[in-house]
């Protein structure tokens, strides 16, 4: 069933989630938010720049795999979303028989954890339908539009004021 612009919105309003299972864990994955389009981008962009030949897809692609790690990350961002990928806990420890106890703050590269499942878990093609299924909720066609129409109110403003001038004496 095809979802109209109105459920779409009503479900990015909501913060309705969709769920998806990777390696027995259940992840909730939330509409998607422009950081996370620009996060993805940003990683797509480190991705190789090869142009592959059909006919010699196996060794093509043993070339350039080293290189395919961030799939991983751009996979675990596109779950988790811009804001889920790090997360800061207060870690109490207890020492001397808990007479002293002394905090700290621990960052989580949740990121990084999650592309590590990814790359180690997932088959090529269980990694594809993940990615494309993630992909299509990007609305990366409002995203397009939305920069395109910047993009050319920007080319249409004047760079500079034009000034004329004259010959003395004129």
Known sequence: MKKTTESRVADTI????QEIKLNGQTYQVAPPTTATLILVSELVA???AVKLDPGNVFSETILIAPECKP???I??????GAKNIK???TVVKRRFFGLITETTEVTIDKQAELAHT???ELSPRELYELTTQLLTKMEIADF???TTSLTEINLMKPTREVVKT???GQ
């Open 46 to 48: 480190t991705l190789p």
């Open 118 to 120: 990814i790359l180690n």
């Open 14 to 17: 909501l913060e309705r989630t």
């Open 166 to 168: 004259t010959a003395s």
């Open 87 to 89: 997360q800061t806990k």
């Open 75 to 80: 996979v675990a961002v596109l779950i988790l």
């Open 144 to 146: 397009f539009a939305l």
């Open 71 to 73: 799939l991983g990350e």
